[in-house]
């Protein structure tokens, strides 16, 4: 039986809503859950001895379990003839206290300020259904009727889908008028979109418009949003700011819903904010395994990223949490991100405080009560100090802090804010470890340790940079690259002009290349560095771009002032690190370009001079390429 309307503009026809409830007979219909998915808010914003009317009643059972709860002062009206009478049928013997009224509610005959409560499950919705002239004057009537009928200190509780010409009409109206605003999602409106048949497409709300005494020559607003049944309300500045909120929760809604349905849709993720002050607390990424075999436990884990390592390439880039979600074997992971300037008090904290919301991710066929394993990298939730943070004329907000590493020692590093992910630059700390303390250690050490003995813990860091640690991979090529000098003795004994370096990144994120600024490779300026560069010199630049057409421009103005021309690209990233030479006949063979490497290691490792030991030369001159 199709009991649709051919257009939404039925919705506010007598005729359709007669036919409506002559083809549906005495079955209940149900606007936007039942009373059970409803009963929380109603209860929290009505009380037992109000007196509440109902427009819009039509068959719901809504009123009859209000009643049957201790709600007995009940008005019910629908402009219906037929499902008035449907109700008074059915009601007549078993709830006599409860009336229903064929009645518009835009022309009430109720006297002014007769009720504490007007109830309206779906009908303005029902009845806003554009934005015309003759449909917003006819929602303007029943919108002035709602507020005469109700005594100062009075709610209107509409339960709506809140789309946005809804809401803008609804709170427009009230804030107008001095009422305050509040918007509170219905907590069960989740559940149903996760339903296999959805009944709507965006989660239900209720709106909780209170009515002031008017105070001549106010223009106060009162706007809030609550988005748990529990949750304190948050007080919102504008109209427009409270109506972006209602859309922020309704994306999210219809994302999980899809994430339900569906696995593998891309690189999903989304900020989950503080509800008291509205910043970004937690970043999620919604990483599939399609590949995995389910099994009882490998549908869904929770990741926990340690503070400081999101920049990390296995946490920070798509095609690392890929293969992160592989290893794990889990079918759905969600990597969390703990954001800077939010204070964590541990792990369990953290598992409390996600717990409910991330099990609105999960996906489909998880068996009931199946516990979602918390993960993280040594179990805990990382170390992050702030030791500046200021903003930029160029660069804007940026903040340089101090994180643990995987081998518990200590970096400082420098973020840009408007690219957080990102690390502009990172120097390893010191161990801060006192004279007092080196001599116990040595006593320690001709002590006999038992096996079963704990490692001493890392030494807390100190201010002292450690000169020898380069923290990226095209740092390390680069460093390699002076292998092109002939006679390393050359970087000792006259340092000046043998080599140029260029890591310079680009603050014009409309180019296609972020490194270097395009002015630094263009003619004149590659000239003038060639002009100071030796015969037997290298010219290091690390490139990162990613228009093809715009990097063969590049790499041919390259050859055109340097003609030899070398190339060694990093593994996972668009970093390519450029080795150039002004004299093609100096081209090296890779084996020679190897010892070559070898033999400038051997130079920079003197006696008393810093070294780290995590990277040899030559092996990142291994893959070097002439263009």
């Not at 116990?440 to 201010?463: F, I, L, N, S």
């Not at 630094?520 to 000239?527: G, M, S, T, Y």
């Not at 810093?610 to 040899?616: H, L």
Request: glycine residues 6%; hydrophobic residues 40%; neutral net charge.
């Amino acid at each position: 039986m199709d009991l649709l309307p051919k257009s939404p503009k039925e919705f506010g026809s007598i005729d359709y809503w007669e036919k409506f409830f002559q083809q549906r007979g005495k079955k209940a219909f149900e606007w936007y859950g039942t009373y059970l998915e409803l009963c929380g808010l109603l209860h929290k914003y009505i009380k037992p001895r109000e007196k509440v009317l109902v427009i819009g009643c039509g068959n719901s059972e809504l009123s009859e379990q209000l009643y049957d709860v201790g709600y007995q002062d009940i008005v019910n009206i629908d402009i219906s003839e037929v499902v008035i009478k449907q109700m008074k049928e059915r009601n007549a013997g078993r709830r006599p206290q409860m009336s229903f009224l064929k009645m518009d509610m835009t022309q009430m005959e109720f006297p002014d300020a007769s009720f504490q409560v007007v109830l309206d499950k779906g009908t303005l919705d029902a009845v806003l259904t554009d934005e015309e002239e003759t449909t917003l004057q006819q929602v303007d009537r029943m919108l002035a009727e709602v507020g005469r009928v109700l005594q100062v200190g009075g709610r209107y509780l509409c339960i709506s889908l809140a789309q946005a010409h809804v809401l803008k009409k609804a709170v427009g109206h009230f804030s107008r008028e001095g009422w305050m605003v509040r918007v509170h999602q219905v907590a069960n409106s989740q559940d149903q979109l996760l339903e296999a048949e959805p009944r709507f497409s965006l989660p239900v709300f209720a709106f909780i418009m209170t009515k002031f005494r008017p105070v001549p020559g106010s223009a106060l607003q009162i706007l809030e949003l609550c988005a748990q049944e529990q949750g304190k309300p948050v007080r919102l500045e504008s109209a427009e700011r409270l109506a972006e909120a209602v859309r922020e929760r309704q994306q999210y809604v219809w994302l999980c819903s899809q994430l339900y349905r569906k696995a593998g849709l891309g690189n999903v993720s989304l900020d989950l904010c503080s509800g008291d002050t509205g910043e970004p607390r937690y970043t999620l990424h919604v990483v599939d395994s399609p590949t995995v075999k389910p099994s009882r436990d490998s549908h869904f884990a929770i990741f926990i990223i340690p503070q400081g390592r999101e920049t990390e390439w296995l946490f920070g880039m798509e095609e690392g949490r890929k293969q992160l979600a592989a290893s794990a074997g889990f079918r759905r992971l969600i990597t969390v991100a703990l954001h800077r300037g939010q204070q964590y008090e541990g792990m369990d904290s953290i598992q409390a405080e996600l717990s409910a919301r991330v099990m609105e991710l999960a996906p489909a066929g998880m068996p009931a009560q199946q516990q979602v394993p918390f993960l993280s990298v040594g179990g805990d939730i990382g170390v992050r100090t702030v030791q500046h943070q200021d903003c930029s004329p160029l660069s804007g907000d940026y903040v340089i802090e101090d994180v643990q590493g995987d081998d518990k020692r200590y970096f400082r590093r420098l973020i840009f804010l408007s690219n957080r992910n990102v690390v502009q630059s990172e120097a390893r700390l010191l161990q801060d470890v006192s004279h007092r303390a080196q001599k116990k250690r040595k006593k320690d050490r001709k002590k006999q340790r038992p096996a079963d003995t704990p490692e001493d813990p890392p030494a807390a860091p100190g201010q002292a940079i450690d000169k020898s640690y380069l923290c990226c991979e095209h740092h390390k090529a680069m460093i390699a690259g002076l292998a092109l000098l002939r006679n390393p003795e050359l970087l000792l004994a006259r340092p000046h002009y043998d080599v140029i370096m260029f890591d310079v990144d680009s603050k014009d994120l409309t180019l296609g290349m972020s490194c270097p600024p395009p002015a630094f490779v263009a003619q004149p300026f590659l000239q003038k560095v060639k002009s100071i560069l030796t015969p037997e010199g290298v010219f290091i630049l690390n490139l990162v771009c990613r228009d093809l057409g715009l990097k063969d421009s590049v790499l041919a103005g390259l050859k055109a002032v340097f003609p030899l021309l070398y190339v060694r690209r990093i593994e996972g990233e668009v970093n390519e690190i450029l080795f150039c030479q002004p004299h093609p006949e100096r081209k090296l063979a890779t084996p020679e370009l190897l010892e070559m490497a070898q033999a400038l290691e051997q130079t920079l490792r003197k006696p008393g001079k810093g070294w780290d030991d995590t990277y040899v030369l030559s092996d990142m001159l291994k893959t070097v390429k002439i263009v």
